[in-house]
């Protein structure tokens, strides 16, 4: 009995060691390394899975269910980080939507995702889905107010202003961190290059947007560098004539125009981004990217509304699935 003890004991000793090795470099691992490499964590590799590009800040584990589902990873200072402001509203496509765009900002060093829902309450689907997802993230809600849900309206007014306030109120004691945000509707999609360009935003940047406004793309129009108008099939008298899906803003900017929001109040339709933008830049001020604006790198992807013709309300399935 005792032979079998001693034998297991020296079985499991190297074991512990390398552990105790491990767990000793895992803490010691200087905060900021001089070589750059942050796209990638050394803890992907040799896995048996494939490389997976996790960010720094520490890997997938036991995301508890708080309003921000992880601590915000250290920033590196040669990295800002990029907020990612998502308006999204329950509806049978959602779940569908948001894993598209989390399997996206996955490969997207420093991203931090602010998803709001248009909602009394968080919901369960999106709580355990944000638990899940693997990302830094703040889950808001702010519930549209009836007299807004028309069609004509626009949509999505408070949930960006809450995402604006959040940001504001994040930073309101410490000496901003380098960052940029962008609005990030859950029917876009995004190629990655867009975060690289979008990165190097230092006040407002803007870029081509695909499939959108009735045309294959609208962009603004640059000459040496400069944006000097619009190609765009609808309201090209706009004063920025571009998608929300087509600029993003320095964090900076957002700080030092703290009255600077979405306005419900003498807003036409499809002026949203106008009446934003003119709040915190000029025309002359932006910065084009995606090669001077001849690149389109985000795509105003609609899904197909769904059909549920055959979704029975009697005898349901006799399992209940999140879908
Ligand atoms: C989330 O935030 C709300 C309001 O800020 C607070 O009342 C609530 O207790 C928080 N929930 C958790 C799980 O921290
Ligand atoms: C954009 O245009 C400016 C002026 O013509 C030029 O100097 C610059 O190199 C261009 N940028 C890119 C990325 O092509």
Redesign the pocket.
Known sequence: MKSVLVSRFFILLPWILIVIIMLDVDTRRPAAPLTPRPYFSPYAVGRGGPRLPLRRGGPVRGAEKRNESRQQPQPQPQLPTIYAITPTYSRPVQKAELTRLANTFRQVAQLHWILVEDAAARSELVSRFLARAGLPSTHLHVPTPRRYKRPGLPRATEQRNAGLAWLRQRHQHQRAQPGVLFFADDDNTYSLELFQEMRTTRKVSVWPVGLVGGRRYERPL????KVVGWYTGWRADRPFAIDMAGFAVSLQVILSNPKAVFKRRGSQPGMQESDFLKQITTVEELE?KA??CTKVLVWHTRTEKVNLANEPKYHLDTVKIEV
Do not use: K, S, W, Y
Not at 222 to 225: A, F, L, P, S, T
């Open positions: 640059v000459e040496n560098g084009p090669n001077n």
